[in-house]
């Protein structure tokens, strides 16, 4: 089992900056992969951004040259740095890891609050 806790949410006015942490615990080996999502009120649930074995990055379009993902697996964290914060950026943030690799199996943390407001 893997157990993923976010935190660095908060409320932060629009232009503004936060740095999303991921910390990973349990059977954190053959990591394919981890990312961030979101979901705000009334939406899907969209991948942000991802970063694979190789470290290899992917982006939404929407934060793209904004958002910053980035990985320490000594540290078994994930991170996710904003910058130009909008309000429709205003979501929950899911940490995510996906595990294995002919047989996946996903992960998902409880979530951090995410909030772009004057």
């Known amino acids: 089992q893997v157990q993923l806790v976010e935190s660095g949410g908060g409320l932060v006015q629009p232009g503004g900056s936060l740095n999303l942490t991921c910390i990973a615990t349990?059977?954190?080996?053959?990591?394919?992969?981890m990312g961030w999502y979101r979901q705000a009120p009334g939406k899907q649930r969209e991948l942000v951004a991802s970063?694979?074995?190789?470290?290899?990055?992917n982006y939404a379009d929407s934060v793209q040259g904004r958002f910053t993902i980035s990985r320490d697996n000594a540290k078994s964290s994930l991170y996710l740095q904003m910058n130009s914060l909008k309000p429709e950026d205003t979501a929950i943030y899911y940490c995510?890891?996906?595990?294995?690799?002919?047989?996946?199996?996903?992960?998902w943390g409880q979530g951090t609050e995410v909030t772009v407001s004057s």
């Open positions: 970063i694979n074995h190789y470290e290899n990055t």
């Open positions: 995510n890891l996906v595990r294995g690799w002919s047989v996946l199996t996903t992960y």
């Open positions: 349990g059977s954190i080996s053959n990591i394919n992969r």
